[in-house]
């Protein structure tokens, strides 16, 4: 089945390490993208990327980096320099808008991470 | 993308239907109303859009106002697996892929 597979579903993370998470789809999709949730929040963009070696800023990205080498991957990293990366993170993509209207988004059952 | 304002919380016993309601007064005539869910400890999901017309698919129905400042969607019959966080969302009508902002949606809580 066609889908976005994050992975691993748990991290922990000792303080002053980066880690990376990591997003896959095997949708074809052109569109990928990281959010973040925190408890009782909605989610919050961290970057998102359009086509491949091409992304963008999102609202909260300082402390993360991204890369987009392969259509199929969207690997998110969480640097020593995000103070407060305990979070619920999640990865969607998406196709290209058909007309006007913007394409649904697909979700991964994303990655909590967690410090020690 | 425009503001929307959606109730925290909502209740609804299983089997009756559910109207969830969602205000964007702002909203401009190129945006379109966007619906998606989260189920407990898993990533949202799509569950259905809409421009003007009232909008039907096999998870839900979309009422627009027709001046378009307010928009209901209805689940027919609720089942314990409709207990979710719904947010609301308006989408800019483009020619590119965009990002959803996603607002803290309503948490359906469904009574057996």
């Known amino acids: 089945d066609g889908g976005i597979t994050q992975s691993p579903k748990y991290l922990f993370r000792k303080e002053g390490q980066n880690v990376t998470l990591s997003c896959e789809q095997n949708?074809?999709?052109?569109?990928m993208y990281w959010y973040r949730q925190d408890p009782g929040q909605g989610l919050r963009l961290i970057y998102y990327?359009?086509?491949?070696?091409?992304?963008q800023k999102g609202d909260i990205a300082e402390g993360y980096s991204v890369s987009r080498e392969k259509k199929e991957s969207f690997p998110l990293t969480v640097t020593s320099a995000q103070k407060n990366p305990t979070a619920f993170y999640l990865c969607a993509s998406s196709a290209l808008p058909q007309g006007l209207s913007n394409q649904p988004q697909h979700f991964g059952d994303g990655t909590r991470l967690s410090i020690l | 993308d425009a503001k929307t304002t959606q109730p925290n919380s909502m209740e609804s016993n299983e089997e009756e239907p559910v109207h969830l309601p969602c205000n964007h007064s702002?909203?401009?005539?190129?945006?379109?109303i966007h619906w998606y869910r989260q189920l407990p400890s898993q990533g949202p999901e799509y569950v259905i859009h809409g421009l003007t017309s009232n909008v039907n698919n096999r998870m839900a129905s979309l009422a627009i106002a027709e001046d378009r400042k307010s928009s209901t969607l209805i689940l027919h019959r609720a089942t314990l697996r409709d207990a979710a966080v719904y947010y609301c969302i308006l989408r800019v009508q483009h020619s590119g892929n965009t990002p959803l902002v996603f607002g803290k949606g309503t948490r359906l809580s469904v009574i057996a």
């Open positions: 949708l074809n999709h052109d569109a």
């Open positions: 990327s359009q086509i491949v070696n091409d992304f």
């Open positions: 702002t909203i401009s005539g190129t945006d379109y």
